[in-house]
Protein backbone atom coordinates (compact mmCIF):
# COMPACT_ATOMS: atom_id res chain seq x y z
CA UNK A 1 0.00 0.00 0.00
CA UNK A 2 1.49 3.56 -1.11
CA UNK A 3 1.56 6.06 1.21
CA UNK A 4 1.76 9.88 0.68
CA UNK A 5 5.59 11.48 0.65
CA UNK A 6 6.44 13.79 3.69
CA UNK A 7 7.47 16.93 3.02
CA UNK A 8 10.89 16.28 3.23
CA UNK A 9 10.31 14.05 -0.17
CA UNK A 10 8.34 16.93 -1.33
CA UNK A 11 9.68 17.81 -4.75
CA UNK A 12 8.33 21.32 -4.86
CA UNK A 13 11.25 24.18 -4.55
CA UNK A 14 9.75 27.32 -3.29
CA UNK A 15 10.72 30.54 -4.97
CA UNK A 16 13.96 32.64 -3.36
CA UNK A 17 12.84 35.87 -1.54
CA UNK A 18 12.05 38.78 -3.37
CA UNK A 19 14.07 42.13 -3.35
CA UNK A 20 12.27 43.44 -0.55
CA UNK A 21 11.88 40.42 1.62
CA UNK A 22 15.93 40.56 1.19
CA UNK A 23 15.73 43.98 2.12
CA UNK A 24 13.67 43.64 5.17
CA UNK A 25 15.99 40.42 6.82
CA UNK A 26 18.84 42.67 6.19
CA UNK A 27 17.05 45.71 8.42
CA UNK A 28 15.90 43.14 10.78
CA UNK A 29 19.30 41.13 10.97
CA UNK A 30 20.26 44.63 11.73
CA UNK A 31 18.23 45.41 14.48
CA UNK A 32 18.61 41.97 15.98
CA UNK A 33 22.21 42.61 16.15
CA UNK A 34 22.07 45.72 18.01
CA UNK A 35 19.35 44.83 20.54
CA UNK A 36 21.90 41.80 21.00
CA UNK A 37 24.54 44.37 21.92
CA UNK A 38 22.77 46.57 24.01
CA UNK A 39 21.35 43.05 26.00
CA UNK A 40 24.91 42.58 26.19
CA UNK A 41 26.22 45.55 27.82
CA UNK A 42 22.93 45.83 30.19
CA UNK A 43 23.91 42.02 31.35
CA UNK A 44 27.53 43.24 31.67
CA UNK A 45 26.87 46.11 33.55
CA UNK A 46 24.33 44.20 35.91
CA UNK A 47 27.31 41.27 36.69
CA UNK A 48 24.72 38.69 35.27
CA UNK A 49 27.15 35.76 34.24
CA UNK A 50 24.78 32.87 33.66
CA UNK A 51 27.11 30.63 32.30
CA UNK A 52 31.01 31.16 34.84
CA UNK A 53 33.22 33.67 34.22
CA UNK A 54 32.67 35.57 30.97
CA UNK A 55 35.83 36.12 28.21
CA UNK A 56 36.67 40.03 27.20
CA UNK A 57 34.44 42.36 26.15
CA UNK A 58 35.76 42.49 22.58
CA UNK A 59 35.37 38.45 22.50
CA UNK A 60 31.87 38.62 24.37
CA UNK A 61 30.57 41.48 21.29
CA UNK A 62 32.10 39.09 18.67
CA UNK A 63 29.86 35.98 19.63
CA UNK A 64 26.63 38.35 20.26
CA UNK A 65 27.32 39.18 16.43
CA UNK A 66 28.41 36.49 15.27
CA UNK A 67 24.73 34.67 16.20
CA UNK A 68 22.59 37.46 15.89
CA UNK A 69 23.71 39.23 12.18
CA UNK A 70 23.27 36.15 10.35
CA UNK A 71 19.76 36.54 10.50
CA UNK A 72 20.33 39.66 7.94
CA UNK A 73 20.71 36.43 4.97
CA UNK A 74 18.15 34.28 6.58
CA UNK A 75 15.75 33.92 3.12
CA UNK A 76 18.34 34.07 0.58
CA UNK A 77 20.97 31.85 2.39
CA UNK A 78 19.05 29.80 5.27
CA UNK A 79 21.04 26.79 4.79
CA UNK A 80 24.21 28.60 5.90
CA UNK A 81 22.77 31.03 8.10
CA UNK A 82 21.30 27.80 10.20
CA UNK A 83 24.60 26.14 10.65
CA UNK A 84 26.16 29.69 11.61
CA UNK A 85 23.78 31.00 14.11
CA UNK A 86 23.85 26.96 15.48
CA UNK A 87 27.89 27.04 16.11
CA UNK A 88 28.40 30.54 16.75
CA UNK A 89 25.39 29.53 19.49
CA UNK A 90 27.03 26.88 21.33
CA UNK A 91 30.49 28.35 20.61
CA UNK A 92 29.18 31.39 22.51
CA UNK A 93 27.91 28.99 25.41
CA UNK A 94 31.44 27.51 25.54
CA UNK A 95 33.10 30.38 26.25
CA UNK A 96 30.37 31.63 29.04
CA UNK A 97 29.58 34.46 27.04
CA UNK A 98 26.72 36.29 28.76
CA UNK A 99 24.09 37.30 26.37
CA UNK A 100 21.55 34.18 25.85
CA UNK A 101 17.91 35.96 24.72
CA UNK A 102 18.42 37.19 21.54
CA UNK A 103 20.90 34.25 20.73
CA UNK A 104 17.85 31.83 21.79
CA UNK A 105 16.04 33.96 19.14
CA UNK A 106 18.66 34.32 16.49
CA UNK A 107 18.63 30.19 16.84
CA UNK A 108 14.69 29.84 16.73
CA UNK A 109 14.49 32.34 13.96
CA UNK A 110 17.57 30.56 11.75
CA UNK A 111 15.63 26.70 12.13
CA UNK A 112 12.10 28.25 11.29
CA UNK A 113 13.20 30.15 8.47
CA UNK A 114 15.61 27.02 7.03
CA UNK A 115 12.23 24.85 7.01
CA UNK A 116 9.79 27.76 5.53
CA UNK A 117 12.37 28.78 3.09
CA UNK A 118 14.46 26.03 2.11
CA UNK A 119 15.34 25.16 -1.16
CA UNK A 120 16.00 21.47 -0.99
CA UNK A 121 13.86 19.23 1.36
CA UNK A 122 15.48 16.59 2.21
CA UNK A 123 18.42 18.39 3.00
CA UNK A 124 16.52 21.02 4.88
CA UNK A 125 15.31 18.57 7.20
CA UNK A 126 18.34 16.64 7.65
CA UNK A 127 20.37 20.24 8.52
CA UNK A 128 17.31 20.93 11.14
CA UNK A 129 17.45 17.68 12.40
CA UNK A 130 21.53 17.59 13.00
CA UNK A 131 21.46 21.41 14.75
CA UNK A 132 18.59 19.91 16.41
CA UNK A 133 20.51 16.77 17.80
CA UNK A 134 23.64 18.49 18.50
CA UNK A 135 22.33 20.96 20.81
CA UNK A 136 20.53 18.28 22.53
CA UNK A 137 23.96 16.54 22.72
CA UNK A 138 25.40 19.82 23.86
CA UNK A 139 22.73 20.22 26.66
CA UNK A 140 23.44 17.02 28.01
CA UNK A 141 27.10 17.47 28.31
CA UNK A 142 26.67 21.03 29.44
CA UNK A 143 23.97 19.57 32.39
CA UNK A 144 26.55 16.48 32.97
CA UNK A 145 29.43 19.07 34.01
CA UNK A 146 27.21 21.20 36.17
CA UNK A 147 25.86 18.47 38.17
CA UNK A 148 29.43 17.42 38.64
CA UNK A 149 30.13 20.69 40.05
CA UNK A 150 27.46 21.37 41.74
CA UNK A 151 28.42 21.76 45.73
CA UNK A 152 26.93 19.61 48.36
CA UNK A 153 24.85 22.77 49.49
CA UNK A 154 23.65 23.94 46.18
CA UNK A 155 19.85 22.95 46.73
CA UNK A 156 19.38 23.09 50.58
CA UNK A 157 16.33 25.52 50.39
CA UNK A 158 14.76 23.62 47.52
CA UNK A 159 10.90 22.28 48.56
CA UNK A 160 9.78 20.26 46.26
CA UNK A 161 8.96 16.45 45.90
CA UNK A 162 11.47 15.71 43.46
CA UNK A 163 14.75 15.62 43.75
CA UNK A 164 16.65 19.26 42.65
CA UNK A 165 19.07 18.43 40.16
CA UNK A 166 16.63 16.06 38.33
CA UNK A 167 13.83 18.31 38.47
CA UNK A 168 16.04 21.12 36.77
CA UNK A 169 17.38 18.95 33.96
CA UNK A 170 13.97 17.55 33.21
CA UNK A 171 12.97 21.21 33.45
CA UNK A 172 15.49 22.47 30.87
CA UNK A 173 14.69 19.31 28.67
CA UNK A 174 11.48 19.85 28.62
CA UNK A 175 12.23 24.36 27.59
CA UNK A 176 14.39 23.06 24.59
CA UNK A 177 11.91 20.50 23.08
CA UNK A 178 9.29 22.74 23.36
CA UNK A 179 11.47 25.47 21.42
CA UNK A 180 13.18 23.36 18.97
CA UNK A 181 9.78 21.81 18.61
CA UNK A 182 7.98 24.76 17.61
CA UNK A 183 10.75 25.75 15.43
CA UNK A 184 10.56 22.83 13.05
CA UNK A 185 6.95 22.29 13.27
CA UNK A 186 5.79 26.24 12.35
CA UNK A 187 9.15 26.04 9.60
CA UNK A 188 6.96 22.94 8.14
CA UNK A 189 3.47 25.00 8.31
CA UNK A 190 4.89 28.11 6.66
CA UNK A 191 6.46 25.89 3.87
CA UNK A 192 2.86 23.73 3.90
CA UNK A 193 1.67 26.79 2.90
CA UNK A 194 3.15 28.33 0.51
CA UNK A 195 3.03 24.84 -1.68
CA UNK A 196 -0.65 25.27 -1.01
CA UNK A 197 -0.70 29.17 -2.44
CA UNK A 198 1.40 27.91 -5.47
CA UNK A 199 -0.42 24.84 -6.43
CA UNK A 200 -3.51 27.23 -6.32
CA UNK A 201 -1.83 29.36 -8.35
CA UNK A 202 -0.84 27.11 -11.09
CA UNK A 203 -3.95 25.97 -10.88
CA UNK A 204 -6.13 28.77 -11.32
CA UNK A 205 -3.44 30.02 -13.93
CA UNK A 206 -4.35 26.54 -15.74
CA UNK A 207 -7.85 27.22 -15.35
CA UNK A 208 -7.33 31.13 -16.88
CA UNK A 209 -5.48 29.60 -20.18
CA UNK A 210 -8.19 26.80 -20.27
CA UNK A 211 -11.19 29.52 -20.60
CA UNK A 212 -9.12 31.29 -22.48
CA UNK A 213 -8.70 28.50 -25.12
CA UNK A 214 -11.93 27.07 -24.47
CA UNK A 215 -13.31 30.93 -25.75
CA UNK A 216 -10.66 31.15 -29.10
CA UNK A 217 -12.36 27.71 -29.73
CA UNK A 218 -15.89 28.59 -30.20
CA UNK A 219 -15.01 32.02 -31.55
CA UNK A 220 -13.25 29.94 -34.21
CA UNK A 221 -16.27 27.61 -34.36
CA UNK A 222 -18.57 30.35 -34.46
CA UNK A 223 -16.67 32.15 -37.32
CA UNK A 224 -16.51 28.65 -39.10
CA UNK A 225 -20.06 28.21 -38.61
CA UNK A 226 -21.14 31.62 -40.12
CA UNK A 227 -18.24 31.30 -42.85
CA UNK A 228 -19.83 27.87 -44.14
CA UNK A 229 -23.35 29.84 -43.88
CA UNK A 230 -22.37 32.27 -46.03
CA UNK A 231 -20.68 30.05 -48.35
CA UNK A 232 -23.76 27.62 -48.36
CA UNK A 233 -26.73 30.15 -48.72
CA UNK A 234 -25.44 33.80 -50.59
CA UNK A 235 -22.58 32.27 -52.49
CA UNK A 236 -25.33 30.05 -54.13
CA UNK A 237 -27.53 32.46 -54.55
CA UNK A 238 -24.92 35.00 -56.33
CA UNK A 239 -23.42 32.21 -58.70
CA UNK A 240 -27.38 31.64 -59.65
CA UNK A 241 -27.58 35.04 -60.30
CA UNK A 242 -24.33 34.99 -62.51
CA UNK A 243 -25.02 31.70 -64.01
CA UNK A 244 -28.76 33.47 -65.40
CA UNK A 245 -27.56 36.98 -65.98
CA UNK A 246 -24.81 35.55 -68.46
CA UNK A 247 -28.13 33.50 -69.73
CA UNK A 248 -30.17 36.73 -69.75
CA UNK A 249 -27.40 38.50 -71.76
CA UNK A 250 -27.05 36.15 -74.34
CA UNK A 251 -30.84 35.25 -75.25
CA UNK A 252 -31.48 39.45 -74.87
CA UNK A 253 -31.69 40.38 -78.74
CA UNK A 254 -33.75 37.75 -79.98
CA UNK A 255 -35.70 36.27 -77.06
CA UNK A 256 -36.74 39.22 -75.05
CA UNK A 257 -38.85 37.36 -73.23
CA UNK A 258 -36.96 34.50 -71.60
CA UNK A 259 -34.39 37.07 -70.48
CA UNK A 260 -37.01 38.86 -68.90
CA UNK A 261 -37.91 35.44 -67.03
CA UNK A 262 -34.23 35.44 -66.40
CA UNK A 263 -33.56 38.43 -64.74
CA UNK A 264 -36.77 38.34 -62.58
CA UNK A 265 -35.17 34.46 -61.17
CA UNK A 266 -31.72 37.11 -60.86
CA UNK A 267 -34.00 39.75 -58.82
CA UNK A 268 -35.89 36.33 -56.35
CA UNK A 269 -32.13 35.06 -56.27
CA UNK A 270 -30.82 38.69 -55.62
CA UNK A 271 -33.35 39.24 -52.75
CA UNK A 272 -33.28 36.42 -51.01
CA UNK A 273 -29.25 36.93 -50.77
CA UNK A 274 -30.53 39.90 -48.97
CA UNK A 275 -32.75 38.15 -46.79
CA UNK A 276 -30.00 35.36 -45.69
CA UNK A 277 -26.78 38.66 -45.29
CA UNK A 278 -29.63 40.24 -42.84
CA UNK A 279 -30.08 36.93 -40.68
CA UNK A 280 -26.55 36.17 -40.66
CA UNK A 281 -26.14 40.07 -39.42
CA UNK A 282 -28.58 39.74 -36.59
CA UNK A 283 -26.63 36.09 -36.13
CA UNK A 284 -23.42 38.89 -35.61
CA UNK A 285 -25.50 41.30 -33.45
CA UNK A 286 -26.49 38.87 -30.98
CA UNK A 287 -25.16 39.54 -27.24
CA UNK A 288 -24.55 35.79 -26.47
CA UNK A 289 -24.20 34.84 -29.89
CA UNK A 290 -27.32 33.01 -30.04
CA UNK A 291 -28.96 32.23 -33.60
CA UNK A 292 -32.31 34.37 -33.98
CA UNK A 293 -35.37 32.05 -34.33
CA UNK A 294 -36.09 30.62 -37.30
CA UNK A 295 -38.91 30.46 -39.39
CA UNK A 296 -40.11 26.72 -39.06
CA UNK A 297 -40.30 26.43 -42.96
CA UNK A 298 -37.13 28.30 -43.68
CA UNK A 299 -34.47 26.83 -45.23
CA UNK A 300 -35.60 23.14 -44.33
CA UNK A 301 -35.60 19.79 -46.71
CA UNK A 302 -39.32 21.17 -47.85
CA UNK A 303 -37.74 23.86 -49.73
CA UNK A 304 -35.77 21.76 -52.05
CA UNK A 305 -38.00 21.92 -54.84
CA UNK A 306 -37.15 25.90 -54.90
CA UNK A 307 -33.71 25.07 -55.35
CA UNK A 308 -34.24 22.98 -58.05
CA UNK A 309 -36.70 26.16 -59.78
CA UNK A 310 -33.47 28.37 -59.34
CA UNK A 311 -31.75 25.52 -61.15
CA UNK A 312 -34.20 25.11 -63.84
CA UNK A 313 -33.84 29.19 -64.68
CA UNK A 314 -30.07 28.91 -65.32
CA UNK A 315 -31.00 26.36 -67.89
CA UNK A 316 -30.74 22.84 -66.11
CA UNK A 317 -33.33 19.93 -66.47
CA UNK A 318 -34.15 19.34 -63.01
CA UNK A 319 -36.13 17.18 -61.20
CA UNK A 320 -36.53 15.42 -57.48
CA UNK A 321 -37.93 12.66 -56.29
CA UNK A 322 -38.87 11.90 -52.85
CA UNK A 323 -38.97 8.12 -51.97
CA UNK A 324 -40.21 6.30 -48.94
CA UNK A 325 -42.67 7.72 -46.33
CA UNK A 326 -41.67 11.13 -44.91
CA UNK A 327 -41.15 11.60 -41.38
CA UNK A 328 -40.84 14.40 -38.89
CA UNK A 329 -37.67 15.73 -38.72
CA UNK A 330 -35.57 17.36 -36.89
CA UNK A 331 -34.79 21.24 -37.28
CA UNK A 332 -31.37 20.47 -37.44
CA UNK A 333 -31.13 17.40 -39.73
CA UNK A 334 -33.92 19.18 -42.52
CA UNK A 335 -31.50 22.20 -42.08
CA UNK A 336 -28.30 19.99 -43.02
CA UNK A 337 -29.95 18.09 -45.79
CA UNK A 338 -31.17 21.53 -47.76
CA UNK A 339 -27.97 22.98 -47.48
CA UNK A 340 -26.52 19.88 -48.76
CA UNK A 341 -28.13 19.89 -51.93
CA UNK A 342 -27.77 23.41 -52.09
CA UNK A 343 -23.99 23.67 -52.50
CA UNK A 344 -24.21 20.34 -54.61
CA UNK A 345 -26.85 22.61 -56.92
CA UNK A 346 -24.02 25.51 -57.15
CA UNK A 347 -21.20 23.49 -57.51
CA UNK A 348 -23.45 21.69 -60.70
CA UNK A 349 -24.39 25.31 -61.94
CA UNK A 350 -20.96 26.92 -61.35
CA UNK A 351 -18.99 24.30 -62.81
CA UNK A 352 -19.89 20.75 -64.12
CA UNK A 353 -21.57 21.90 -67.26
CA UNK A 354 -24.29 20.09 -66.79
CA UNK A 355 -27.56 19.60 -68.74
CA UNK A 356 -29.57 17.47 -66.63
CA UNK A 357 -30.00 17.48 -62.38
CA UNK A 358 -31.21 14.76 -60.68
CA UNK A 359 -32.17 14.79 -56.50
CA UNK A 360 -33.34 11.75 -54.89
CA UNK A 361 -34.56 12.31 -50.95
CA UNK A 362 -34.94 8.80 -49.50
CA UNK A 363 -36.49 8.48 -45.89
CA UNK A 364 -35.40 4.82 -44.62
CA UNK A 365 -35.60 2.88 -41.76
CA UNK A 366 -33.03 5.00 -39.96
CA UNK A 367 -31.83 7.50 -42.19
CA UNK A 368 -32.49 10.37 -44.59
CA UNK A 369 -30.33 9.83 -47.19
CA UNK A 370 -29.58 12.60 -49.88
CA UNK A 371 -28.28 11.97 -53.37
CA UNK A 372 -27.86 14.89 -55.75
CA UNK A 373 -26.26 13.68 -59.44
CA UNK A 374 -25.77 15.68 -62.88
CA UNK A 375 -24.30 14.42 -66.27
CA UNK A 376 -21.37 17.48 -66.03
CA UNK A 377 -17.82 17.05 -67.03
CA UNK A 378 -15.47 15.92 -63.96
CA UNK A 379 -12.22 18.16 -64.94
CA UNK A 380 -10.16 15.77 -62.58
CA UNK A 381 -11.15 14.55 -58.54
CA UNK A 382 -12.67 17.36 -56.25
CA UNK A 383 -10.69 19.15 -54.20
CA UNK A 384 -10.60 18.13 -50.86
CA UNK A 385 -10.28 21.76 -49.42
CA UNK A 386 -12.53 23.35 -51.62
CA UNK A 387 -14.84 25.40 -49.05
CA UNK A 388 -18.36 23.73 -50.36
CA UNK A 389 -16.83 20.15 -49.54
CA UNK A 390 -15.63 21.10 -46.21
CA UNK A 391 -19.08 22.95 -45.44
CA UNK A 392 -20.84 19.69 -46.51
CA UNK A 393 -18.31 17.28 -44.11
CA UNK A 394 -18.81 19.03 -41.43
CA UNK A 395 -22.53 19.14 -41.36
CA UNK A 396 -22.95 15.76 -42.27
CA UNK A 397 -20.54 14.77 -39.33
CA UNK A 398 -21.88 17.15 -36.48
CA UNK A 399 -24.99 14.47 -37.21
CA UNK A 400 -22.41 11.50 -37.21
CA UNK A 401 -23.54 10.62 -40.70
CA UNK A 402 -21.99 9.48 -44.13
CA UNK A 403 -20.58 11.98 -47.18
CA UNK A 404 -19.52 10.32 -50.37
CA UNK A 405 -18.68 12.82 -53.46
CA UNK A 406 -17.36 11.60 -56.24
CA UNK A 407 -17.63 10.72 -60.45
CA UNK A 408 -20.48 8.66 -61.18
CA UNK A 409 -20.63 5.69 -63.40
CA UNK A 410 -21.52 6.86 -67.12
CA UNK A 411 -20.20 10.51 -66.78
CA UNK A 412 -21.13 13.30 -64.13
CA UNK A 413 -20.70 13.62 -60.19
CA UNK A 414 -22.56 12.43 -57.08
CA UNK A 415 -23.15 13.92 -54.23
CA UNK A 416 -24.97 11.31 -51.84
CA UNK A 417 -25.37 11.80 -47.79
CA UNK A 418 -26.97 10.20 -44.53
CA UNK A 419 -28.24 11.36 -42.13
CA UNK A 420 -28.85 9.06 -38.98
CA UNK A 421 -33.31 9.95 -37.85
CA UNK A 422 -33.51 10.69 -34.53
CA UNK A 423 -35.66 8.24 -32.18
CA UNK A 424 -38.63 9.99 -32.45
CA UNK A 425 -38.32 10.00 -36.10
CA UNK A 426 -37.37 6.15 -36.66
CA UNK A 427 -40.60 5.07 -34.22
CA UNK A 428 -42.57 7.09 -36.70
CA UNK A 429 -40.94 5.45 -39.93
CA UNK A 430 -41.72 1.73 -38.51
Known amino acids: MSTAPTTCDDAYRRRGPTPEQQRHDLYVGLAVAAVAVLNLTLTS ?34 EAVAVVVAVAFVASQVRSAPEMQLSSGALFAAIYTLGA ?18 MFAWIALAYTIAVADLPPDAFVDAPGPVPPALAAIVNGVLLNVLVFG ?59 MGVQAAASRRVLDRDPAKARTALGAIEQSARSAVDELRRMLGLLRQPDGA ?18 DAARAAGLRAHVG ?10 TVSHTAYRIVQEAVTNT ?12 IRYLASELEIDVSDDGRVAGPPNPAGMGLVGMRERVAAHD ?5 GPRTGGGFRVRARLPLTHAAVGAAR
Open 117 to 134: WGRDRRRSCAIRIAIIVA
Open 291 to 308: EPERPPAADGVDRVPELL
Open 349 to 360: VKHAGATTLDVR
Open 401 to 405: GELET
Open 182 to 240: FAYFFGETAWTAARREHQLAAQAEQLRRSQAEAHERAILAERVRIARELHDSVAHHVSV
Open 45 to 78: SAGVFLLGDPPSWPERLLWSVAVTLPLAWRRRHP
Open 322 to 331: VYGEPVPLSG
